[in-house]
């Protein structure tokens, strides 16, 4: 089993920064990926971006200019750093990770962009 804990959401302005964080139970090199959803409200989860063992990054195409994710391996977390918010990032932010070929959810992080 493997716990993924979100963290940094928040309300703020249009135009401002946010940098999440996905805290994982055990070592990230042990999973094979590990992945950024975005829910907005009344919407099913969409996928926002990836970063493999070997530290590949992938980006959905509508956000791949503001949204940037990295790892801290000593911390075993990974981050997305979203800058230039828009009203319509607003949503929660989950991660996802998989070990093997089983998936693991985070209980998510509240991001709410006023205009």
């Known amino acids: 089993q493997v716990q993924l804990v979100e963290s940094g959401g928040g309300l703020v302005q249009a135009g401002g920064s946010l940098r999440l964080s996905c805290v994982a139970s055990?070592?990230?090199?042990?999973?094979?990926?590990i992945e950024w959803y975005h829910q907005a409200p009344g919407k099913g989860r969409k996928w926002i971006s990836s970063?493999?063992?070997?530290?590949?990054?992938s980006y959905k195409d509508s956000v791949k200019d503001r949204f940037t994710m990295s790892r801290d391996n000593a911390k075993n977390t990974v981050y997305l750093q979203i800058d230039s918010l828009k009203p319509e990032d607003t949503g929660i932010y989950y991660c996802?990770?998989?070990?093997?070929?089983?998936?693991?959810w985070g209980q998510g992080t509240q991001v709410t962009v006023s205009s």
């Open positions: 970063i493999t063992r070997s530290g590949d990054t």
């Open positions: 996802r990770a998989f070990l093997v070929n089983v998936v693991f």
């Open positions: 055990t070592n990230i090199f042990d999973l094979n990926a």
